[in-house]
Nanobody
Framework: VQLQASGGGLVQAGGSLRLSCAAS????????MGWFRQAPGKEREFVSV???????SYAGSVKGRFTMSRDNAKNAVYLQMNHLKFEDTAVYYC????????????????????WGQGTLVTVSS
């Protein structure tokens, strides 16, 4: 079972990036899939989640700028990040949680049982 995150990089403030998370050994469509991020010296924080269907939820700091989607045929989820800010700089992790998890639980990293290795997003000001 593996989640492979990719798509990070260096971008100027105001720019865009698209992160991908490819799943193997599990059917992503059966899981709630989340994105978390961790900035240097800070705790890992919730970014977004897409539940077993297509319902999404976002942290207030990214709402309106980030869009999460899934492609079950490719067994993958994506995070489109627009209007990036310096404070979005972090390592971004994708993770999988049981599909039956309720939304309040999905805001916590403890609910997720499978984690990818992370991809670094650096936003220059």
């Amino acid at each position: 079972v593996q989640l492979q995150a990719s798509g990070g990089g260096l971008v100027q403030a105001g720019g865009s990036l698209r992160l991908s998370c490819a799943a193997s050994g599990l059917t992503a469509g059966d899981y709630a899939m989340g994105w978390f991020r961790q900035a240097p010296g800070k705790e890992r924080e919730f970014v977004s989640v897409i539940r077993r269907g297509v319902t999404t939820s976002y942290a207030g700091s990214v709402k309106g700028r980030f869009t999460m989607s899934r492609d079950n045929a490719k067994n993958a989820v994506y995070l489109q990040m627009n209007h990036l800010k310096f404070e979005d700089t972090a390592v971004y992790y994708c993770a999988a949680a049981p599909g039956s998890s309720i939304l309040s639980a999905l805001l916590s990293a403890r609910t997720y049982s499978v984690w990818g290795q992370g991809t670094l997003v650096t936003v220059s000001s």
